[in-house]
Each structure stands twice: as C-alpha cells, then as structure tokens.
C-alpha cells in the first residue's frame, strides 16, 4: 500500500531521504577539504624545494663564478714601481694596412683606427685593433695557448671587470705577458703577485693618448666568451 501525503509513513520517508542528502552533502565537503588540505600542502612543500633551489643555484652561481678582481683605476703608469717592467717609446696613428710592430705582442705604435672591444677570447685577437684598445687605457693580457686550464682559470680571477683583453697569442715570449701602453710585463705563471701591481698601476692609466676613451662599442674579434 502507498503511504498516503501527511502521513506518518510518508513523513518519515521524506525525513529519511533528508536525512540521506545532507549525510552525502556532509561526506562530499570533507573530501573536498581533505583535498584542498592535500593540495595547500603539495603547494607549500613544492614551494619550499622550489625556494631552496633557487637560494642554492645562487649559493653556487656566486660561489664558483669567478668574481671581477677590484682595482681603482687611473695609475699614473709608473713602470718603476714594478720588477721587470720593459717600457718604450712607441707612437699612435691610424693606419688602415698590417703594422708590422717593434714588439710582441705589441705594446703600442701604429693601429687601426676600430678598437677591439674589451673582454676574453679564446682565439687570437687583431694585433692593430687591440693596440687601439692600448691607447684607450687597457690592458691585453696575452698567455701561451699551452698553458693549463687551472693557470687560465686563475688568470681569468685577476681581470678586472672591464678595460682589458685576454686572448691567447702564438710564439710569445714568456708563459704570460701584460701588455699596456708603452709597457710590457713577462712572467712565468698566474700567481705571479706583479699581475696584481702591473693592473694596478696600469689599467685604465691616465698616462696613454685616449684617457677615458671606451672599450666597448667598436668590433668584436672571432673566439669572444665574455
């Protein structure tokens, strides 16, 4: 028999089947809480390795690049200061044909009137537009391409961070030569303490044709990294 509206067989039905709703209204808001828990928790544990990772590729990024040694600029280019420095008399021009020049790696005299722009190469570089770099107040460390990845590496931590060229430079004279305006440095091996006096007195030197000229904007040689 069906129970009749209003009475208590059918009242109890549609309490029962209330009843039933909220029971699985209930059960659906717990397990969308319990899922929103989960994925607020996947989000801060992501967070917090995500967080960690970027601090450590920082630690490491600061850690192994080797950072720009600090010299103040502006010597006066007193080679005096400084055991072994060789200096000359060279005379700066712009000339648009091959300089055959009095020393190697040059240190000054004629030069092509395009600077080579400042930086590390890992070929050799135009001996008439480094020499214009010269002029501007760089210094061109040149090495012999023999030399070791940890004596390059550990030339590459005394460059300053602008002002100066290092490439590499066949039959050269000594392991590594320092090359400014009119002076020159030959040393044996990259912890040699004079690299240190040379840039020192040298970089960005006051005593050269162009002070204050750029060492940027001009060309770049084949083989810059940086």
């Given amino acids: ?4 509206p209003g009475s208590p067989a059918n009242k109890a ?7 039933a709703k909220r029971a699985k209204k209930l059960e659906e808001y717990h ?3 319990k899922r929103g828990k989960r994925n607020r928790l996947i989000g801060i544990v992501g967070g917090s390795l995500a967080g960690v ?4 590729l920082i630690v490491t990024t600061f ?9 103040a600029g502006g010597g006066a280019g007193d080679a005096s200061k400084i055991d072994g420095v060789e200096t000359f008399s060279n005379t700066a021009g712009h000339v648009e044909t091959a300089v055959t020049y009095e020393q190697s790696p040059p240190a000054g005299g004629e030069h092509n009137p395009a600077w080579l722009n400042c930086g590390v190469y890992e070929q ?10 010269l002029e501007h107040g760089a210094v061109w460390i040149t090495y012999d391409p023999s030399i070791s990845d940890a004596e390059l590496d550990q030339l590459k931590a005394e460059l300053p961070s602008s002002y100066v ?4 430079f066949d039959d050269i004279p000594a392991p590594i030569v320092l090359s400014a305006w009119n002076a020159q440095l030959q040393v044996d091996s990259a912890d040699d303490p004079r690299i240190a006096e040379f840039l020192t007195e040298f970089w960005k030197s006051t005593n050269v044709p162009e002070d204050g000229a750029a060492c940027s904007g001009a060309i770049d040689a084949p083989g810059k990294v940086s």
């Fill in 124 to 133: 050799a570089v135009p001996n008439e537009n480094a020499v214009h770099s």
């Fill in 1 to 4: 028999m069906t129970p009749q």
């Fill in 53 to 56: 990772a970027v601090i450590a």
């Fill in 63 to 71: 850690v192994l690049t080797p950072q720009a040694a600090n010299y």
């Fill in 13 to 19: 039905s549609l309490k029962s089947e209330r009843a």
């Fill in 165 to 168: 060229v290092l490439s590499p």
């Fill in 31 to 33: 397990r969308q809480q």
